[in-house]
């Protein structure tokens, strides 16, 4: 159980998370902003979402990831959902940012 947490929800969540936070801010500043290019003031790509809340994110997932597979290791069921609550939270943090990215 703990490699099918650790490839499926760490390697696999973690890498498509990470291509996200790249690949929705290029698309919508490109839809919303690329025209205007040079005609006005445009953000970066950078400001389109607050980066440090975007690690706190990562961090809070990759924390959780590591708590629930000790917590699976070590049999202890209180490990595995604080850091599924953990996990939780991270992935909340990472949609709230896209959608604020979206919606901007």
Known sequence: RAYAVMALAGWLGLTTLGQLYKIVPFL?????FAPKMGKEKVPLLRDMYPARLATGGFMALL???????????????????????????GVTIAAANLIRVVLR
């Open 28 to 32: 919508v500043w490109t839809h919303r």
């Open 63 to 89: 924390v959780g990831l590591v708590a629930a597979v000790a917590g699976i290791l070590s049999d202890l069921l209180p490990l595995v959902q604080g850091g599924f609550g953990l996990c939780l939270a």
